[in-house]
């Protein structure tokens, strides 16, 4: 399905939402619209900078996802106003934070993002949008949250996914994981996205951390949150070898080179891609 179809499949199921009469047709819609998966579907388009001449789809999105939202409350259901209230809030500001986008680019983001009076969410949504555009310009901001890591966890995420873009965030990127090596939920949640950043960047300066980690470094089934693979990974990319390591001790062997193969497979097709984590 294209970008532009995305877009109206959303709307029109919302569309759909507000024709319901009661709590059992708005949930039998919601399931049968698959929304939690078209709604998130349909805002990463929006927020892309690909989606900006798609002005008049994405207002007429944020028309509905309002009147969604009025419906639910309306509702006054404890499931409705505990879960589907809440997802659609975060749609809202979503769309809202791309029409911004759409109708003023990097300048009407920063706009939102430094508007204290704005929900925290739209200005989330409003600074990933800007960290996926990474204009040169906005490379400070960034590193201000790097540099700031007891910000909003949100926020800081971004931008160090923000930071592949910009090399001269190496050194940030490196401290960064050093104050929080320690903190097991931080690293779990913060480290990825920073050995992900460095791999991208690769420049040798973050070699030195990589190969510690092939022996140090924590251990998943997932190689998306297993900093034993993703060091392996750069590494071998950063010198031509495959060490031993905790997650493998003979480097050499064939299994091992075509885990490391998917592995790097799947975090290139991530190389353009943020991850959203939902905010509070």
């Known amino acids: 399905m294209d970008q532009v179809a995305t877009l109206f499949q959303f709307t029109g199921a919302l569309e759909r939402l507000l024709t319901t009469r009661d709590t059992a047709a708005f949930e039998a819609v919601w399931d049968a619209e698959q929304l939690e998966r078209v709604g998130w579907e349909a805002v990463t388009v929006a927020r892309h900078p690909h989606a900006e001449p798609f002005e008049r789809g994405l207002a007429a999105l944020d028309r509905r996802l309002l009147a969604a939202l009025a419906r639910a409350r309306a509702l006054r259901d404890v499931h409705t106003s505990t879960f589907r209230v809440p997802e659609l809030e975060r749609w809202q500001h979503a769309a809202a934070a791309a029409l911004v986008a759409s109708r003023w680019g990097s300048a009407g983001l920063r706009t939102v993002i430094g508007d204290p009076l704005a929900p925290l969410a739209r200005r989330y949504f409003a600074f990933l949008a800007l960290a996926e555009r990474h204009p040169p310009a906005a490379g400070p901001l960034f590193q201000r949250y790097l540099r700031t890591p007891a910000s909003h966890h949100a926020f800081v995420a971004a931008a160090v996914e923000a930071a592949r873009w910009y090399p001269g965030h190496v050194p940030d990127l490196l401290a960064l994981f050093d104050r929080i090596r320690g903190e097991q939920l931080r690293r779990r949640f913060l480290g990825p996205k920073i050995l992900g950043s460095l791999y991208f960047l690769g420049d040798p300066g973050a070699l030195p951390l990589f190969q510690e980690l092939c022996v140090s470094g924590h251990t998943d089934a997932d190689a ?53 984590v939902t905010v509070i």
């Open 224 to 276: 998306g949150a297993c900093e034993g693979i993703r060091a392996l990974v750069a590494v071998r990319r950063l010198t031509g070898v495959v060490p031993p390591s905790v997650k493998y001790p003979d480097g050499a062997a064939a299994e091992v080179r075509s885990a490391l193969d998917a592995a790097e497979a799947m975090y290139e097709e991530e190389r353009g891609r943020l991850s959203p």
